[in-house]
């Protein structure tokens, strides 16, 4: 948030993702939404379900949306360096582009896979420096840059292996919640 400037942060909560198994690559929904309420709980992030109650299942989709709903702010895409590999691999990623400004966050040992990802071949005449990133306001889109922040380790992947039932405690909670 400060590396860009931002009033606040609102973190999208997929109902599903196209490019992954649900059953095997996504807890339930529900405790998904819950932990990243639980996570962002007293800070300027704000976990959403607006994909949810709104039907849209692709990024360029929810963000025509948000747009659309919300004409007055002015909205960054923030993306972790391990997902500009696949990005060529969501529907219509050029538009969304086109759409707003890109912030990559950096991830360990993905800069390289980044950086040579193919969505890049067309995306590396649109980077703009990392010292200029509280300026994407004033950027004319397509623009990309990627930030250098503290590295940070954490890796959903490696939660999940470290427990593969963590999202129990979250349903459970929802249970209890709607049947007291």
Same mark, same amino acid.
């Given at each position: 948030?400060?590396?860009?400037?931002?009033?606040? #942060?609102?973190?999208?909560?997929?109902?599903?993702?196209?490019?992954?198994?649900? @059953?095997?690559?996504?807890?339930?929904?529900?405790? %998904?939404?819950?932990?990243?309420?639980?996570?962002?709980?007293?800070?300027?992030?704000?976990?959403?379900?607006?994909?949810?109650?709104?039907?849209?299942?692709?990024?360029?989709?929810?963000?025509?949306?948000?747009?659309?709903?919300?004409?007055?702010?002015?909205?960054?895409?923030?993306?972790?360096?391990?997902?500009?590999?696949? &990005?060529?691999?969501?529907?219509?990623?050029?538009?969304?582009?086109?759409?707003?400004?890109?912030?990559? $966050?950096?991830?360990?040992?993905?800069?390289?896979?980044?950086?040579?990802?193919?969505?890049?071949?067309?995306?590396?005449?649109?980077?703009?420096? @990392?010292?200029?990133?509280?300026?994407?306001?004033?950027?004319? #889109?397509?623009? $990309?840059?990627?930030?250098?922040?503290?590295?940070? %380790?954490?890796? @959903?992947?490696?939660?999940?292996?470290?427990?593969?039932?963590?999202?129990?405690? &979250? $349903?459970?909670?929802?249970?209890?919640?709607?049947?007291?």
């Amino acid at each position: 948030m400060a590396a860009l400037g931002l009033d606040e #942060v609102w973190w999208l909560v997929s109902p599903g993702n196209p490019l992954k198994d649900e @059953a095997r690559d996504m807890a339930p929904y529900e405790a %998904r939404l819950a932990s990243a309420r639980a996570m962002a709980r007293r800070s300027r992030i704000r976990a959403s379900d607006f994909e949810a109650r709104s039907g849209t299942r692709y990024t360029v989709d929810t963000l025509k949306l948000l747009m659309r709903r919300f004409p007055k702010h002015r909205f960054v895409w923030l993306m972790g360096e391990d997902t500009v590999a696949q &990005f060529h691999q969501w529907k219509r990623w050029r538009d969304l582009a086109h759409m707003v400004p890109i912030a990559v $966050i950096s991830r360990p040992g993905y800069d390289d896979d980044a950086r040579a990802a193919r969505a890049m071949g067309w995306l590396r005449h649109f980077v703009r420096p @990392a010292s200029q990133a509280r300026n994407w306001t004033e950027w004319s #889109v397509p623009a $990309i840059s990627f930030l250098r922040l503290p590295p940070d %380790r954490t890796s @959903a992947t490696s939660l999940r292996a470290l427990n593969p039932d963590w999202h129990r405690r &979250f $349903i459970s909670k929802l249970s209890r919640a709607v049947h007291p």
